[in-house]
């Protein structure tokens, strides 16, 4: 899995790191049930610290997208490759909102009268 930080991106790094990862599995690098490489590992290959990969992590998994097992590491979740996607377009449709003047309940209201 090749991981890349763009260093003029303003967002903090866990983030970053949380969004590299996505876009591998969005773009197939990596898939359902597949291990990732050691947070340690990871850290070096992308030049940031160790905790910082660690939250990036913490953060996909708590999206769902990565699964943490005692003994088998980090890998990819059932689906993360389908749920990666519609995340990152509801995260573009908060922004898309947010210049526009909504706010996200703004966005929850119109997701309600949609149903």
Do not use: W
Request: charged residues 30%.
């Amino acid at each position: 899995m090749l991981l890349r930080l763009n260093a003029a991106d303003s967002r903090p790094l866990h983030e970053q790191v949380a969004g590299a990862i996505r876009r591998a599995i969005a773009e197939g690098e990596c898939g359902p049930g597949d291990r990732l490489p050691s947070a340690r590992d990871l850290s070096q290959a992308l030049d940031v610290n160790v905790n910082t990969v660690l939250r990036g992590l913490r953060t996909l998994r708590d999206e769902g997208v990565l699964e943490f097992r005692r003994g088998r590491g980090v890998t990819v979740a059932d689906g993360a490759d389908q749920r990666s996607v519609l995340l990152d377009r509801l995260r573009d449709l908060v922004v898309d909102a947010g210049r526009l003047g909504y706010s996200k309940d703004d966005l929850i209201d119109m997701i309600k009268g949609i149903s």
